[in-house]
Structures are given as C-alpha cells and as structure tokens.
C-alpha cells in the first residue's frame, strides 16, 4: 500500500530532478549557443552590409574601380560565411524552437546568393531591387537573432535582448539608408521614389534609437550618448538632413508647379566617410545591448542550476522520511488492502462495463446477481468497501432504469407515430377522392390546402419515425427523376409558392433512398421558409458535380451566427443520440431529422453564409443514390450488367 506510492514519489522526484537538471542545461547550452550565434552572425550581417553598399555603388556609375570593391567585398563574405559556418551550423543540432529553423532558412537564402550576384552583374537588377533582395537576406540574419532572444530566461534578459533587437534593425536601417545614398551618389541623381525611401529609412533608425534609450543598460546608455556627440554621427545627420530637405526647382512655365530636384546637395567622399565612422558606433551599440543580455541570462541559469539541485536534495531528504514513517504505520494493512484495490479493479474494470453494455442494449438485467458485493470486514476497510458496494448498485441501478425508461418512451412515440401516419395517408386518400369529384374553383382550392397541410403533418410523423432509428413506411421501388424529388420536397413546405427551381439535371434518384431525399430536402426548404421574410424567394438549385449531386437551397433572411453555424454543421456531419425523454421545451427536431437521413444514405449537408445575407444550404448526394438514366437505377452499380426492367412494369409517383 505505500511501496506504489513511495515508488511514485521517487518516479516523480527522478523525473522532476532530471527536467530540472536538463532545463538548467538547455539555458546554459541557450545562452552559450545565442552568444556564438550573435558573434558568427554579427560578422556574416557586417560583410553583407559591405556587400549591399558596394553593389549600390557599382549599380551607379558601372566602373571599374567600383566593380574591383563589390569582389574584393564578396570574397570578404564568402570567406567569413565559410569561416563561421561551422559554428553556425552547429545550431541546427539544437531541439530549441524556433532557432534551428530560421538557421536553416538563412542557410537556404545564402545558396541563392550567387543567383543574386549573377543578376547584378548581368545588369537585370536596378538599385531598388538589388537593395531589397541584400536587406531580405539580412532579414533573415534578424530572424536568427530573433530566435536567440526568445530562448534566453527571465524576465529581464529577455527585456534586454529585446532592446538590442531594437538596436540591430536600428543599424540595420542605417546600413540601409547608407547604401541607398551611395548608389545615387555614384549615379549622379536621386529620383523622387529613392528620396522617399531614404527619408523612411532615415526617420525610422531615428525613431527606433529614441524608442530603445530608456530600455539600454548604463553602459550602452553611456555609449549611445558618446556615438550622438561624435563628429561621425553628426556629420551624417547633417548630410541626411540636406538630403531630404532639398528645396524643390520651380517650372512655372512648364509645370505650373514645383519640380522635383534630383539633384544631391553632397558628395561621395563626404558621405562614405560619414557612414565609416558612424556605422562601427551603431553596431558596438546593439553588440554591447545583446552582450548584457546574454550576461543576465547566463547568471539566471546559473541560479536556477542552483536552486534546482539544492530543492532536489530537500525533497528527496523529506521523501525518504515520509516514506520509512508510512512503511512502519501502514505494514499490517498491505494485504487487506492490496486484495480490496484488485477487486474495485475487477469491478470497475470489467463487470459494471458490462453490466452498463447490457442495459443499454435493453436486456434484462439483476444487479444483486450480477454483481455481487464486496465483503472486507467491519472496520475501516470494510466500511469503505460497503461504501463502493453502495455507489456502484446505486449507479448500475440507475443506468439499468434511464434505459428501460429511454426503451419504453421511443416504444410509445414510434407506435404513436406510426398510427398516426397511417390515419394521415387515410386523410390523403379520402381528400384525394374528394377533390377528384368536385367542380367548385373555390372549394377545389381549400381542399387543395388541406392536402398540402396533410402532407406537411405526415412529414412531421415521420420525423418521430427517423428519429427513434426506425424507417418510414413510405417506400419507392422504382427510381425517381431528380426533378420530381425536388418537386415533392417543395410540395411539403408551407410556403411553397415562395420556393423556385432554378435548376434540375437530368437523373434519376434510386428507389430505396427517394422518399428520405423528398424529406430531407423538405426539411432544409422549410426551414429557409420560415427564417426569411414572408415576401422573399428561396431558391433551389442542384447541379452535377465531381462526386454527386449538389443540391443548394437559398434564403434571404437574417443568417445565423458563425457559432451557431458551426454547431449545426457540427450536428449534420456527426448526428448525436437523440432521446426523446432529454428534448427541450421548444424543440427544433428538423436539423436532428435532416442529419440521420443524411447519415443514412452518406449524404453530406453544410450551412453556410448566403451571398444574399440569408443561410445556404447545401446537400451533396453520392453517386450511389443516382443514376444517368432509370434503367441503371434499377440495379446496384456491381449489378449494372443485368438487364433493366421495362419502363411499364415501374410505379407511378405516389
């Protein structure tokens, strides 16, 4: 009795200590793998970066001395991307989120590198391009580092690392703006599109450098304040600013307003060294940033590793004296109690299962012979097996009575319905034969509705039928024309003067199924009738399609909620048990009735929004319930090769 739990405990306390123990690891092996990574990433983003500039540059003036920078900067990249690719590579080792799939996604960019380097030197790229497919594959560096934040532990390292992502895009922005300027620089001209984007990129480093400055440590606070007073900074904020605020030349004579000038107010060699001096400050901010975090979450780690093993002791001590004070007290009782667990088992485990099955089923059942009580004294124990005998008699009990009682009440209802559908089919007979002997318009009109209403009371006798799992007594043997089954389901519906068939191809249902499909069909035509408004249409349409036929009746009414839609679809694609003794006040019996037919002949209904604002709903019937002319409806589909009958020896409509 206490060897399982004391077992457990143990279980548990090795489980527990060794994920534990392996959480501590994996923020050790996070933190080390996030400071490689930012190390063998950060080189791989810097020759990137020299690379964008220098193919901007190339893109704009096409010389030679331009072209000998842009390989002198591939080879640079290339030759670190070999050199750090092993210890990137090693990411992707690591189980840890999402790292090891972004790593793999910038490897998979970087292959397409040379495609990108051939499009450039065969000219098929401007500068716009070929700067947004370099800052694509930067992104990706982004991505990585991205990942790297999201796996550091606590609360304020993760802050941080997010300050320094913060800072990455802000570098990232300037690279950027840098590389767009030198390749117009290089041009000669600046259009009006690459103002634009220089002024975005130049606004957003700014604002993501304010953004950050109250989130950065001291240290990179201090640094950030010596990067904004040193001469670098300032002059390419000076040169950016002349860039984007250029006045406009004026044309009043050709345009009538102000033209855009393209001109630069600035030279190459003032603006390359403005971006040299300022961008190694930029990148020294965000590393400095990431570093910091890096450092509070290898000291997290450190303390969890700590608080991890010495909690591991104490529960352990506390465990094994809890466990040799249980053993002493519990001793005498180990048998008893063993031999009281198996049979609850047994019990609980085979023979009220069974007991339940056979209730279900609706065969007889005595609880005290099958299921004789649990004898174990008169003490503890035995009191509380006297207490299990009492619950579970009291529970099998009342399972054996819901089922009698769910028996007898479907009994009664479907006897109810069957009498009443048969005096329903004597009421049609008798009106048919009335209707045939007068000659009265007026007359002949009423009774013309009191067959309609009679109709519409057989359906509903039918509804108790289907759903207390019986069949209705309507039955075709001979196959229907699609369009009369359309036909017959309208004539159902109360209002069916508001119903139009738009459409009907020629086929023909089968025998056996015709009836359900007239009632189905009628139960979704109802319904569209009386949840739209008195003088609106509903349409029916039904055309073939690759698995059947698709009929769609379409109402204009109020439509449901997407809720209560997904309910009713849930009900019509898995019809739930139905009992008539746990029906509501007010049941709506037309889904539970269209969603066993549906069931019954492999039918599938869906609701859905009508374009109309109203519900569409849509029955697609199998190919197994039709047939392209009556002749193969006569037969199953393995039997088509046997002869039809003659078309004289089929049934009429009813």
């Known amino acids: 009795m206490v060897l399982i739990p004391s077992l457990g405990f143990l279980l548990l306390w090795a489980i527990l200590t060794a994920a534990s123990t392996l959480g501590a690891l994996n923020l050790i092996s996070s933190v080390r793998d996030g400071?490689?990574?930012?190390?063998?990433?950060?080189?791989?983003?810097?020759?990137?970066?020299?690379?964008?500039?220098?193919?901007?540059?190339?893109?704009?003036?096409?010389?030679?001395?331009?072209?000998?920078d842009l390989d002198r900067g591939r080879e640079r990249a290339d030759a670190t991307f070999a050199r750090v690719h092993a210890r990137t590579g090693a990411l992707l080792d690591a189980d840890r989120g999402e790292l090891p799939r972004r790593v793999a996604d910038f490897f998979t960019a970087w292959d397409e590198l040379p495609d990108l380097?051939?499009?450039?030197?065969?000219?098929?790229?401007?500068?716009?391009?070929?700067?947004?497919?370099?800052?694509?594959?930067l992104d990706g560096i982004l991505l990585v580092n991205d990942a790297i934040v999201v796996q550091l532990y606590g609360d304020s390292s993760r802050a941080d690392g997010v300050t320094a992502l913060e800072l990455l895009r802000a570098h990232d922005r300037f690279s950027q703006a840098g590389a767009l300027l030198s390749g117009a620089l290089a041009a000669g001209e600046m259009n009006h599109d690459e103002t634009a984007h220089f002024t975005f990129l130049s606004a957003s480093y700014r604002d993501m450098l304010g953004a950050a400055q109250p989130?950065?440590?001291?240290?990179?606070?201090?640094?950030?304040?010596?990067?904004?007073?040193?001469?670098?900074?300032?002059?390419?904020?000076?040169?950016?600013?002349?860039?984007?605020?250029?006045?406009?030349?004026?044309?009043?004579?050709?345009?009538?307003?102000?033209?855009?000038?393209?001109?630069?107010?600035t030279d190459a060699t003032a603006w390359k060294q403005a971006v040299a001096g300022t961008d190694p400050l930029l990148r020294g901010l965000a590393q400095s940033q990431f570093q910091a975090a890096l450092?509070?979450?290898?000291?997290?780690?450190?303390?969890?590793?700590?608080?991890?093993?010495?909690?591991?002791?104490?529960?352990?001590?506390?465990?094994?004296?809890?466990?040799v004070l249980a053993l002493r007290s519990s001793r005498r009782?180990?048998?008893?109690?063993?031999?009281?667990?198996?049979?609850?088992?047994?019990?609980?485990?085979?023979r009220l299962p069974a007991i339940v099955a056979k209730a279900q089923r609706g065969a007889r059942v005595d609880v005290a012979a099958e299921l004789p009580p649990l004898m174990h004294g008169y003490d503890e124990i035995g009191r509380v097996a006297d207490a299990f005998n009492t619950a579970q008699r009291t529970a099998v009990g009342s399972a054996v009575k819901q089922a009698e009682i769910r028996e007898g009440a479907n009994r009664v209802f479907l006897g109810i319905a069957y009498r009443n559908q048969a005096l329903v089919q004597r009421q049609l007979q008798l009106l048919d034969e009335i209707e045939s002997a007068e000659d009265d318009p007026e007359t002949l009109r009423k009774l013309f509705q009191l067959d309609h209403l009679t109709t519409r009371s057989r359906r509903y006798a039918d509804n108790l039928i289907i759903l207390t799992g019986a069949h209705s007594t309507r039955r075709w043997r001979e196959p229907m024309p699609v369009v009369d089954v359309l036909r017959a389901a309208l004539s159902e519906t109360e209002d069916f003067e508001r119903v139009r068939l738009k459409s009907a191809p020629r086929a023909w249902v089968r025998g056996f199924a015709a009836a359900d499909v007239v009632h189905l069909l009628a139960e979704l035509v109802e319904n569209a009738t009386q949840f739209s408004p008195a003088g609106s249409r509903v349409d029916v349409n039904s055309s073939s399609i690759h698995n059947g036929l698709s009929i769609?009746?379409?109402?204009?009414?109020?439509?449901?909620?997407e809720a209560a839609c997904d309910a009713a679809?849930?009900?019509?694609?898995?019809?739930?048990?139905?009992?008539?003794?746990?029906?509501?006040?007010?049941?709506?019996?037309?889904?539970?009735?269209?969603?066993?037919?549906?069931?019954r002949h492999g039918v599938r209904v869906r609701l859905s929004p009508s374009p109309y604002g109203g519900t569409q709903a849509c029955a697609v019937l199998p190919w197994a319930l039709l047939a392209d002319t009556p002749a193969d409806a006569l037969v199953p589909r393995q039997e088509r090769s046997a002869p039809p009958r003659p078309l004289s020896e089929r049934e009429p409509l009813p």
Do not use: C
Not at 117 to 137: F, K, N
Not at 234 to 239: F, G, H, I, P, V
């Open 35 to 68: 400071r490689a990574g930012m190390v063998a990433f950060g080189a791989i983003a810097a020759d990137l970066r020299y690379e964008r500039a220098q193919t901007q540059v190339y893109l704009g003036d096409l010389a030679t001395e331009t072209r000998a």
């Open 117 to 137: 380097r051939a499009a450039v030197d065969g000219g098929s790229l401007t500068r716009e391009e070929a700067l947004r497919e370099y800052t694509a594959l």
């Open 215 to 265: 989130n950065m440590t001291d240290r990179v606070r201090a640094l950030d304040t010596q990067m904004r007073e040193s001469s670098p900074w300032s002059a390419a904020e000076d040169l950016s600013l002349k860039v984007v605020s250029r006045s406009p030349v004026s044309d009043s004579t050709e345009l009538g307003e102000a033209a855009f000038n393209s001109r630069i107010p």
């Open 295 to 323: 450092d509070v979450a290898w000291g997290s780690a450190m303390r969890v590793m700590v608080i991890n093993a010495a909690g591991s002791l104490i529960a352990l001590g506390v465990g094994a004296i809890g466990i």
């Open 333 to 350: 009782l180990t048998g008893r109690l063993h031999r009281l667990h198996d049979e609850t088992l047994e019990v609980a485990d085979t």
């Open 552 to 561: 769609e009746v379409e109402d204009r009414g109020l439509g449901m909620t």
């Open 569 to 599: 679809n849930r009900t019509l694609a898995r019809p739930p048990e139905f009992d008539v003794m746990a029906l509501p006040d007010e049941p709506r019996l037309g889904l539970f009735v269209v969603a066993r037919l549906a069931a």
